[in-house]
């Protein structure tokens, strides 16, 4: 596979990592470029990708034969289809102690981790990729100015390296993942009914989720409807943001609010045709404030760290869309799709403050003006990264 023309911004992070631990795990969502992440950084590295009927039936039945056809390390791509390597992969690191022997893929986040933890604690240093982020691709000559054009079109890398019709791509990933993640995860019967569900979530990008509500409106229990949102995190293509309630009025939302990691397959799930229908669509503010906080959530994670985001709300009515832990303190966030400043766009932030004390905050907007009003930030959405560096 050719790798895609654009550095990913995790690069150096793994590079580090591999001169520390033995084995280096690279998980996310099918189609985010993890293969091509893996041979870029390890390009003498072999590759052998268990997806290959032959590989995976030499890899789980005679897992130590497999791996003495690697004796100088491997690029092992969906690891997770082959358990029992794990176990083989720890008594060759702790015996060589060899560091960057092992490259671990894998987009079903659950299974990798789950061998990981039983077999590899210690010994794996764990990264996850995402779709680009807007850094990645801002410098692009195709890449679009407009916020709406980038929310249609999405990060999948594939979209952009060959230029392909959003629309036309994310149909054909909806059904292979269906096929394989949702398959290989839970044995749902009829896929029909959980496509539904996917569009549902679709409704509620962004929102505080009713498991009871979204049941209803699928035709199953709460219960199913949890084991589905696990299916979903699994395979990275959402996201729970938890409430933030630590220290403050008791009196708050406790369910956590629901995000897609990729805007494109939200415009697609919604049925949005056309770039032209995002600006009056009634989901266009949750896409923005989606899109924003999933550029935090990719931040941290090319930083090679977990994201500590929460959102705050009150039975009230009062509401910031994120608080993030950045270098030991919280920062709000309060994103607004509008491109006209408007001065009650700070009054959340400012409200929350008289339970946080000092607490640092920023608005982002599709706006261009960018100051500073009462210690709360005023920014563009594509100065995001450099705000949260300079914090």
């Known amino acids: ?16 990592m591999a001169r520390k631990y033995p084995v280096i795990t690279i998980t996310g969502p099918r189609q985010s470029g993890k293969t091509t992440l893996a041979q870029t950084v390890f ?93 990645e691709v801002r410098d692009l000559k195709q890449c679009p100015k407009t916020l709406d054009a980038l929310l249609f079109r999405g990060f999948y890398p594939r979209i952009w390296d060959k230029k392909l019709a959003p629309e036309k791509w994310y149909g054909g990933y909806v059904n292979t993942y269906l096929e394989r993640d949702v398959r290989d995860l839970k044995n749902i019967g009829d896929l029909s009914v959980f496509q539904r569900f996917l569009k549902i979530c679709a409704g509620r990008h962004a929102q505080v989720i009713n ?10 229990s709460s219960n199913t409807i949890k084991s589905w949102f696990s299916v979903l995190e699994a395979s990275f293509i959402v996201y729970f943001v938890p409430p933030y309630y630590r220290n403050l009025n008791k009196r708050l939302i406790k369910a956590p609010k629901m995000f897609f990691y990729d805007p494109g397959l939200v ?7 056309d770039v032209r229908n995002i600006g009056v669509h009634p989901q266009r503010g949750s896409l923005v404030e989606g899109f924003v906080l999933g550029e935090i959530v990719k931040y941290f994670y090319n930083q090679g760290q977990d994201p500590k985001m929460y959102f705050w709300r009150d039975r009230t009515g009062h509401e910031v869309d994120a608080l993030v832990e950045i270098k030991g303190r919280l920062v709000a966030f309060e994103v607004k799709s509008a491109q006209t ?15 946080v004390k000092g607490l640092k905050g920023v608005l982002v907007y599709d706006g ?3 100051f500073e009003r009462d210690g709360i930030r005023v920014m563009n ?9 300079e914090f």
Request: aromatic share 10%.
């Open 1 to 16: 596979m050719k790798p895609i023309p654009i550095p990913r911004l995790l690069i150096p992070h793994i590079k580090a």
């Open 381 to 389: 959405w594509k100065n995001l990264n450099k705000c949260i560096t």
């Open 267 to 273: 415009c697609y799930l919604l049925g949005i045709p």
């Open 43 to 135: 390009p003498k590295m072999p590759y052998v990708l268990l997806e290959n009927p032959d590989d995976r039936l030499l890899a789980n039945a005679d897992p130590r034969a497999f791996l003495n056809r690697y004796p100088k390390g491997v690029i092992i791509d969906e690891a997770q289809r082959a358990p029992d390597l794990f176990s083989y992969i720890q008594g060759i690191v702790d015996g060589n102690r060899r560091n960057g022997q092992f490259i671990l893929t894998g987009s079903q986040h659950f299974l990798l981790s789950k061998h990981i933890s039983q077999s590899l604690a210690g010994r794996v240093s764990i990264h996850h990729l995402l779709p680009f982020s807007y850094q």
């Open 368 to 370: 261009h003006l960018e």
């Open 211 to 220: 498991m009871s509500s979204i049941g209803d409106d699928c035709g199953v």
């Open 341 to 355: 400043f408007n001065e009650r766009f700070l009054d959340s932030i400012r409200y929350l403050r008289r339970f």
